[in-house]
């Protein structure tokens, strides 16, 4: 199951900042969290990760609370074009193959308006 | 991160019949992939996880024997749903765990059986 808890759906105008909650109370002390978006009928997009520290790059900023409960990931000026479903996902770690797999949630569906 | 090239983008079968879908890390060789299915209006499901030279892990409740799962080489991972029926029609994307932020994914193939 997936860790994550984020609202179903948001509203920003064209211009502003975007900010995208997500809630991970359960989250281990080194497991990461990252976000990815989908555009309808493509794959996921990475956008970033991080794990304790706040992280930003070209495409977003990234806010981790000091407990790693919450974070919140920040689109700086929002264009039509960021219309996507936005998933915040908790790498899992898989202990018998030591890879880590993405189990997805039911991420936030943002709609940015003109 | 790396490039990953999914193929076919879509594909109509006849129900009965098997399809191969391919997914390949064109720079990065990835001992790890990971299998998706997405039904519409719903968040990515994970199927598998492909491991190059060993057989793949499959999710609870994910059928090993329909859905075949073949990782030969470093660059190739396919997914072959086998006996088709219409409730199989969906959108299966791939993922390749690479290096650094490790996740990329294929831009997806719908299957539509009929």
């Known amino acids: 199951d997936a860790k994550t808890t984020q609202p179903p759906s948001m509203d920003c105008a064209e211009g502003r900042a975007a900010n995208l909650p997500c809630n991970h109370s359960t989250i281990s002390g080194n497991e990461y969290v990252y976000w990815y978006r989908q555009i309808h009928s493509q794959g996921p997009q990475y956008i970033i990760h991080g794990l304790k520290n706040n992280e930003t790059n070209e495409m977003a900023s990234l806010i981790i609370t000091e407990d790693r409960k919450s974070s919140t990931l920040i689109l700086p000026h929002a264009t039509l074009r960021d219309t996507a479903v936005y998933y915040c996902?908790?790498?899992?770690?898989?202990?018998?193959?030591?890879?880590?797999?993405?189990?997805f949630g039911q991420g936030t569906r943002l709609t940015i308006n003109p | 991160g790396a490039v990953v090239s999914q193929h076919p983008s879509w594909v109509i079968c006849k129900s009965g019949t098997s399809v191969k879908i391919e997914c390949r890390s064109l720079d990065f060789q990835a001992t790890t992939m990971f299998w998706y299915r997405q039904f519409p209006k719903q968040s990515l499901m994970l199927m598998a996880t492909s491991n190059e030279g060993s057989k793949a892990t499959y999710e609870q409740g994910v059928e090993k024997d329909k859905f075949l799962i073949n990782h030969a080489s470093l660059t190739l991972s396919t997914l072959t749903v086998t006996s088709a029926h219409p409730e199989d029609s969906s959108f299966y994307i791939c993922s390749v765990r690479g290096e650094n932020y490790g996740y990329t994914f294929g831009s997806g193939t719908r299957l539509t059986v009929v």
């Open positions: 996902i908790v790498r899992v770690a898989i202990i018998i193959q030591g890879a880590q797999k993405l189990v």
